[in-house]
């Protein structure tokens, strides 16, 4: 199984940037699709963005689509997640995961592969 860890979170003030890096330490991050998901203290984790193991069908929720943008390197199996105009909404644990499988990209369910997770916080 793939080992995801991310990195890159931290403290930004609103309409500032952050970019959340995620490696796979098993060196086979192209076999999988990937996803990003963030939790908020109290709150269900939700999906972020998404990307196809190709890296060429990408998939956002609207309240991030045209701020953030996910991408990928496989030739580094690294995971990126440019996160612009933040908000404070913004604020969350953010993990990556990963799945081999086919479905709705945006459900939890798809995904069996987990990282630890990174914080970021956005302040007003």
């Known amino acids: 199984q793939v080992q995801l860890k991310e990195s890159g979170g931290g403290l930004v003030q609103a309409g500032g940037s952050l970019r959340l890096r995620c490696v796979d330490y098993?060196?086979?991050?192209?076999?999988?699709?990937m996803g990003w998901f963030r939790q908020a203290p109290g709150r269900e984790r939700d999906f972020v963005a998404g990307i196809d193991w190709k890296g060429a069908i990408t998939s956002y929720a609207d309240s991030v689509q045209g701020r953030f943008t996910v991408s990928r390197d496989n030739a580094e199996n690294v995971l990126y997640l440019q996160m612009n105009k933040l908000k404070p909404e913004d604020t969350a644990t953010y993990y990556c995961?990963?799945?081999?499988?086919?479905?709705?990209?945006?459900?939890?369910?798809?995904?069996?592969?987990w990282g630890q997770g990174t914080q970021d916080t956005v302040s007003s």
């Open positions: 995961a990963a799945t081999t499988g086919f479905g709705n990209i945006r459900s939890m369910a798809l995904y069996d592969n």
């Open positions: 098993t060196f086979t991050m192209e076999r999988y699709h």
